[in-house]
């Protein structure tokens, strides 16, 4: 049940209002080079090419002898053939043998095989002889004294449990393209073809300021008319979340001159987005959007969703030149402000990151209740989610209330369910769109 962009009543719909966001971006932010073990979830700005064959050389995919194949011809569980063993070559060590006919040296797994040796035997299929030609258990694990010799009870072909020099990569090779974004998988070979540094999009520095003459640092005494701050927190996570480095600016009381302080302070320092909580609606201590007017220049108040109505954005010139700060003003209820942050903010962090994939992934359900929301406006409800019916739709209950101020319903949401703005009333078994909130 998708919903086509519209325009309400002095209220722009989702889509024409994260478009309006986005366009303020021209392009992700500079690269910058960062160890590949740091990279984890950043966006390549540049190939990653190989500086190494992979494996770099020869080496054993097993514990046992490296030989020659030829000398195993014709063996036998019951009729072996008998190697000389004639040294080891061990995992980080360049053997310092040649394997000649009737020889075998005993190897292990990843080591470098020796020259001359053109297959692997596995340690299972021998049995050790000791110098005085005793066998040992058949079997053992490939380790203890040296034996004299080994006793092969299986013929094995040439490359039999050896991996090739250049079998997975070859240097050179683009092994990553650019506008990556790095998984451990990639973390695993971009390290493991040598590269022990990466271009990456420079991370967003987002700063995060809680308003509210009633608000207090979560932990402290909330006095007579105080509540924690849920706001401060629970953005700058949301921030990391989508990839950006959060700065916090704590929280300023509803006058005019102590955000502004705070607001400059964050952008002198360099803040790629400011994201400021509560102070966007119409009261008479809501001096956000005016700050806003001061800094920069506010391009959209007030978006057709619910909760989140008073959103506002606008952008401000850097001090040094460059493309334009991003100023994201969210509601102060602490819902409302998460759901806005979804809708607009990360995003909009995601493309300053170089990410392709902006929104979260979607999905189709069907109510376990009736819902009912507000006329005009779409409705984001958080919701648990269940099995799938045999449509493949996934079943959903409200997560609790849905009042924009409900934190425990929010913490056990793990989806959004989506009504559209035409609909004021769902019955039970409704099909809805779903928001994902626990999938990148």
């Given at each position: 049940?998708?919903?086509a962009?519209?325009?309400?009543p002095g209220?722009?719909n989702?889509e024409?209002a994260r478009?309006?966001v986005?366009?303020?971006?021209?392009?992700?932010l500079?690269?910058?080079?960062?160890?590949?073990?740091?990279?984890?979830?950043?966006?390549l700005?540049a190939?990653?090419?190989?500086?190494?064959?992979?494996?770099?050389?020869?080496n054993?995919?097993?514990d046992?002898?490296?030989?020659?194949?030829?000398?195993?011809?014709?063996?036998?569980?019951?009729e072996?053939?008998r190697l000389a063993?004639?040294?080891?070559?061990?995992?980080?060590a360049?053997?310092e043998?040649?394997?000649?006919?009737?020889?075998a040296v005993?190897?292990a797994?990843g080591?470098?095989l020796?020259?001359?040796?053109?297959?692997v035997v596995?340690v299972?299929e021998?049995?050790?002889?000791?110098?005085?030609?005793?066998?040992g258990?058949?079997?053992r694990?490939?380790a203890g004294?040296?034996p004299?010799?080994?006793?092969?009870?299986?013929?094995?072909r040439?490359?039999?449990?050896?991996?090739?020099?250049g079998?997975d990569?070859?240097?050179?090779?683009v092994v990553?393209e650019?506008?990556?974004?790095l998984?451990?998988?990639?973390?695993a070979?971009?390290?493991?073809?040598?590269n022990?540094?990466?271009?990456?999009?420079?991370r967003p520095r987002?700063a995060v300021?809680?308003t509210?003459?009633?608000?207090?640092?979560?932990?402290?005494?909330?006095?007579?008319?105080?509540i924690?701050?849920?706001?401060?927190p629970?953005?700058?996570?949301?921030?990391?979340?989508?990839?950006g480095?959060?700065?916090?600016l704590?929280?300023?009381?509803?006058?005019?001159?102590?955000?502004l302080?705070?607001l400059?302070?964050a952008?002198s320092?360099?803040?790629?987005?400011?994201?400021v909580?509560g102070g966007?609606?119409?009261?008479?201590?809501?001096?956000v959007?005016?700050?806003f007017d001061?800094?920069?220049?506010?391009?959209?108040?007030?978006?057709a969703?619910?909760p989140?109505?008073?959103?506002a954005f606008?952008?401000a010139e850097?001090?040094?030149?460059?493309?334009?700060?991003?100023?994201?003003?969210?509601p102060?209820?602490?819902v409302s402000?998460?759901v806005?942050?979804?809708?607009?903010?990360?995003?909009?962090?995601?493309r300053?990151?170089?990410?392709?994939d902006?929104?979260?992934?979607?999905?189709?359900?069907?109510?376990?209740e009736?819902v009912?929301k507000?006329?005009?406006?779409?409705?984001?409800?958080r919701?648990v989610?269940?099995?799938?019916?045999?449509?493949?739709?996934?079943?959903?209950?409200?997560?609790?209330?849905q009042?924009s101020?409900?934190?425990?319903?929010l913490?056990?949401?793990d989806?959004?369910?989506?009504?559209?703005?035409?609909?004021?009333?769902?019955?039970?078994?409704?099909?809805?769109?779903?928001?994902?909130?626990?999938?990148?």
């Amino acid at each position: 049940m998708t919903t086509a962009p519209t325009r309400g009543p002095g209220l722009l719909n989702v889509e024409a209002a994260r478009d309006l966001v986005l366009a303020a971006i021209p392009a992700p932010l500079p690269a910058e080079e960062v160890p590949t073990d740091g990279a984890l979830g950043r966006v390549l700005a540049a190939p990653v090419i190989a500086a190494t064959d992979l494996p770099p050389w020869d080496n054993s995919a097993m514990d046992g002898y490296a030989l020659r194949a030829a000398d195993t011809a014709g063996a036998t569980e019951h009729e072996p053939v008998r190697l000389a063993v004639v040294g080891e070559v061990r995992a980080g060590a360049a053997p310092e043998m040649t394997v000649g006919a009737g020889f075998a040296v005993r190897i292990a797994t990843g080591a470098p095989l020796p020259l001359g040796a053109n297959a692997v035997v596995p340690v299972e299929e021998t049995t050790p002889i000791d110098e005085a030609g005793m066998p040992g258990p058949r079997g053992r694990a490939a380790a203890g004294p040296l034996p004299a010799a080994c006793l092969v009870h299986t013929a094995v072909r040439p490359g039999a449990s050896v991996r090739r020099a250049g079998d997975d990569l070859r240097a050179a090779t683009v092994v990553l393209e650019p506008g990556t974004a790095l998984t451990p998988a990639g973390i695993a070979i971009a390290a493991g073809s040598g590269n022990g540094r990466l271009m990456v999009i420079r991370r967003p520095r987002v700063a995060v300021l809680a308003t509210g003459d009633e608000v207090r640092p979560a932990g402290t005494a909330l006095g007579p008319a105080g509540i924690p701050d849920a706001n401060g927190p629970g953005l700058a996570a949301l921030v990391a979340d989508a990839g950006g480095d959060p700065i916090r600016l704590g929280v300023a009381s509803d006058v005019l001159e102590d955000v502004l302080g705070r607001l400059r302070t964050a952008i002198s320092d360099g803040a790629d987005a400011v994201i400021v909580s509560g102070g966007v609606s119409v009261g008479p201590y809501d001096v956000v959007k005016l700050a806003f007017d001061v800094l920069g220049r506010i391009d959209l108040w007030r978006v057709a969703v619910q909760p989140g109505k008073p959103f506002a954005f606008g952008t401000a010139e850097r001090p040094r030149g460059g493309p334009p700060i991003l100023l994201f003003g969210l509601p102060g209820n602490p819902v409302s402000g998460f759901v806005t942050f979804e809708l607009f903010v990360r995003p909009a962090l995601r493309r300053l990151a170089g990410r392709r994939d902006l929104l979260r992934p979607t999905d189709r359900a069907v109510l376990a209740e009736a819902v009912s929301k507000s006329h005009g406006r779409r409705a984001f409800l958080r919701v648990v989610t269940g099995e799938r019916d045999e449509r493949g739709r996934v079943r959903v209950r409200l997560a609790g209330g849905q009042g924009s101020h409900v934190l425990s319903a929010l913490a056990a949401a793990d989806a959004l369910a989506v009504v559209p703005e035409d609909v004021d009333d769902l019955p039970a078994d409704a099909e809805v769109d779903l928001w994902w909130l626990d999938r990148a």
